[in-house]
């Protein structure tokens, strides 16, 4: 099996109190990114470095900031609109904002109070599309 992954982060878990609720946002959100969810069982779905699980008596919803890459500008917009759409509550509309020149970002909470965030660094050039690893 080979799989592709980031640089920095290895893989983030979050933990839904609904998850039905929270699978129906981030299939709806990750779509808008141009993503589909590439794995899923009862209970769990992973894509990329995201895997999201049901919380039960044990274990509590996680409360994270969460921030997706985007292509341009238009994609930042279309996950806000999305996210919206699919019973996330706004957090920060699409815009400018002074972190770096170029940043364009959205903001909105999951059903489990995640702030998710899309985000659109300015034009640039990658080296790679993503990490490509091939167990041996």
Do not use: C
Not at 114 to 125: C, D, L, S
């Amino acid at each position: 099996m080979t799989w592709h992954t980031g640089r920095l982060i290895d893989h983030i878990h979050l933990r839904a109190r609904n998850f039905s609720a929270t699978r129906y946002f981030y299939e709806k959100v990750l779509a808008a990114l141009d993503v589909r969810i590439e794995q899923q069982g009862q209970g769990w779905f992973q894509v990329d470095e995201l895997f999201v699980d049901a919380a039960d008596a044990r274990t509590t919803p996680t409360h994270v900031h969460l921030a997706f890459q985007a292509r341009d500008r238009d994609m930042v917009d279309a996950f806000h609109k999305a996210a919206v759409a699919a019973g996330g509550t706004d957090n920060g509309k699409p815009g400018e904002r002074d972190y770096h020149p170029g940043y364009y970002g959205a903001f909105v909470l999951d059903p489990d109070g995640n702030n998710v965030e899309a985000v659109f660094h300015g034009p640039a050039r990658r080296s790679a599309d993503s990490v490509r690893i091939d167990p041996i």
